[in-house]
């Protein structure tokens, strides 16, 4: 079946010399059709408006996934300084999440006042979403899972966990919740 799939994909896409390639494990994920790009992705923002990660081409991107009653929370003041300091090369989008002990229970609205108010904050904000289990948001499935992004499998362990793209959006690494935001370990990778 999946060779009869990968050979009518070849023939619709006028690639039948170069079939075998697909069937070969070790061509990278990111020359196959499964593989998309963070520039794929369009995600709503807490404001109802829209993020569409291909206006980032050129930039870093660092995805957060935030919560507002977290022991981390106050990493908002980090992100707000790092995208400050490096806004001309880095966009920070946070994610806010309630997968861990309930820690996001507000409206999107009530997320935005709260970010605004406590944190200053001025980066993009996506709306709430999952980045885990079985309705893990899209951009989350992508970012978790080598066979999509191909680079690596990551869990989310918390909140404030980071991924880190490249100017041409590819992944970079992940940093998990202890990793602040101005911390030598990630702005060296800036």
Not at 26 to 52: M, Q, R, W
Not at 73 to 96: C, M, N, R, S, W
Not at 160 to 165: M, R, T, Y
């Amino acid at each position: 079946m999946i060779k009869l799939l990968s050979i009518s994909f070849a023939l619709l896409f006028g690639t039948a010399k170069t079939n075998n390639a697909f069937m070969n494990k070790d061509v990278s994920p990111s020359a196959t059709s499964s593989s998309k790009s963070i520039y794929n992705f369009k995600v709503e923002a807490l404001d109802g408006t829209t993020i569409d990660f291909a206006k980032f081409k050129g930039k870093k991107i660092l995805i957060v996934n935030t919560a507002s009653a977290c022991g981390f929370t106050p990493q908002y003041e980090g992100l707000e300084a790092l995208y400050k300091k490096y806004q001309d090369k880095l966009v920070i989008v946070g994610f806010p999440a309630n997968n861990f002990g309930g820690q996001e229970p507000g409206t999107n609205g009530e997320i935005k006042e709260f970010c605004k108010k406590n944190y200053g904050v001025t980066f993009p904000m996506a709306a709430k979403i999952s980045v885990k289990g079985d309705d893990i948001a899209p951009i989350y499935k992508w970012l978790c899972s080598k066979s999509e992004n191909g680079v690596l499998d990551a869990t989310i362990s918390w909140n404030f966990n980071k991924f880190l793209l490249d100017e041409n959006g590819h992944l970079v690494t992940k940093f998990d919740s202890k990793i602040t935001p101005m911390s030598d370990e990630l702005t060296s990778k800036l």
